[in-house]
């Protein structure tokens, strides 16, 4: 029966079914083919992308990195100041008004803060730029009281408050900060303690 029903549709459904079988499979190869080169070329796209995120990543961080480093150069010149007294007496014997000495150093952390606001203003994103501004005010705020200190005020003195408040926005800077560069994520990451 099987030999009769072949005899009747011939050997030419066989020829058929075989070629149509065999030009599926060389489309499907073909579709598979253009697939993966549109997949590669799109790899190779994200690939791209993700060395000019590390790159810049990387400058970013830099930047940011020399930010607080100048930020905290002016945090520990408040920090010995607030503690001090209006004078000090140098190795030679010399009494030196610590108001003078503080102003000295201010200049130099102004005009370092100055060559760098530009960048800052556009690194920082606005959260952190709040507290950078606050800070900048505090800082201005330290400097009027020790403009003002005279040893005879009271305690607590006007610039050990004010320190105090200078000390809160440096711990929320610090902390925008690692948010920001996910410093607590990227640390787990890699499999180190977070603190």
Known sequence: MATLILASFGGGAVIVIGLATWLGNLWASRILQAEKAALDAKLESLRHEMRIVKSAYEHHLDLILDYYSMFYRHY???QRTARADAR?????GKMVETKDEFMVELREIINEWASREGRIRLLLPATLLALHEEA??????FNRAVADFTSS???PRKKEQVFIQIEDTKSKLEAGLREFLRTESLLKEMGRPCE
């Open 76 to 78: 520990r010149l408040c």
């Open 88 to 92: 000090k007496e140098e190795p030679d």
């Open 136 to 141: 900048i005010g505090r800082f201005n705020e």
């Open 153 to 155: 005020e009271p305690s």
